[in-house]
């Protein structure tokens, strides 16, 4: 498909954490979309956010990888904005945006009475601080119509006790979603948060790997299996395409019917 075709034809898009899992697929959905720029941000996996890049340039939109670790908070930010700035204008001539997602994220799971200061700061960097401070550098150059699509987690539903301060930053950027949404209204954005169940990525990959853990995952959704980063994808590319243009401020269900 050329650039000039599909919904998401000369968008310009930024999604975090694109080089591996959900966001690897958002941004192929994207591409596969006809969007023209997409940046791919990674925090130190450069090879697996360069075949990403490789993949979008080969369903014909433009990318570049951006390298930005984010629990350094406010300067990895500043460092990954700059790097989008410098990689937009090279690209695509004039420095805008149609769609953000915010999805790059850390979940350690560490027992509350365990938690460090230092691990807390670092969860809390990732999953709002960063996406946060994105949002308000990429504001002034988000152009009508666009899309704001915040990561968060089915844990905002479910009780998470193994993972305590990863649902509490998901239910920050859950709140921070509801308070912009009408910030954003006035320019026909939308603001939306996407709440993933257990899904094959990286981030699961050492627990799934035991069957029984697996089988226990699988058995809390409706579909009785885990959900692929695809399927979250999907949802995403919706919510970020212009059929959704009547949805804002919500957060949607994407476990697969976990815990209904
Ligand atoms: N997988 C699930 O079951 C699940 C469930 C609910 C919600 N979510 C949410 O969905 C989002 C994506 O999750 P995923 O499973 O696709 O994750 P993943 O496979 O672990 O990939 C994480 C992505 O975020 C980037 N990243 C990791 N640590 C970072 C840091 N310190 N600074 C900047 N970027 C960093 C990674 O870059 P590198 O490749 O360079 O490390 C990678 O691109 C997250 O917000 C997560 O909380 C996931």
């Given at each position: ?107 350690p799971a560490i027992p509350f009475e365990e938690t460090s200061i230092e691990a807390f700061e670092d969860v809390i ?37 193994m993972n305590t301060i990863y649902?509490a ?92």
């Amino acid at each position: 498909m050329s650039t000039s075709e599909g919904k998401f034809s000369g968008k310009v898009a930024l999604v975090t954490g694109a080089s591996r899992g959900i966001g690897a697929e958002i941004a192929k959905k994207l591409a596969a979309g006809g969007a023209e720029f997409i940046g791919v941000h990674y925090a130190s996996n450069r090879d697996a956010a360069l075949k990403v890049v490789e993949e979008i340039k080969a369903l014909g939109s433009k990318a570049v990888a951006l390298g930005a670790e984010l629990t350094t908070g406010i300067s990895g930010v500043k460092k990954l904005w700059a790097a989008f700035e410098d990689a937009v204008r090279s690209e695509v001539g004039s420095v805008h945006l149609d769609i953000l997602i915010n999805n790059a994220g850390i979940a350690p799971a560490i027992p509350f009475e365990e938690t460090s200061i230092e691990a807390f700061e670092d969860v809390i960097n990732v999953n709002l601080k960063a996406p946060y401070f994105i949002t308000q550098a990429a504001s002034p150059f988000i152009r009508n119509g666009g899309r704001i699509v915040n990561i968060s987690t089915g844990f905002t539903r479910i009780a998470g006790p193994m993972n305590t301060i990863y649902s509490a930053s998901k239910g920050a950027i859950e709140t921070l979603t509801l308070a912009l949404a009408p910030l954003f209204a006035p320019k026909d954005i939308t603001v939306n948060a996407i709440r993933p169940g257990v899904t094959d990525t990286d981030m699961n990959k050492a627990w799934l790997a035991d069957p029984e853990a697996r089988a226990g995952a699988a058995s809390m959704s409706a579909f009785g299996r885990v959900g692929t980063a695809e399927e979250v994808a999907d949802v995403v590319a919706f919510v970020a395409s212009e059929e959704a243009r009547w949805i804002t401020g919500q957060f949607i269900d994407a476990t697969g019917g976990t815990r209904l």
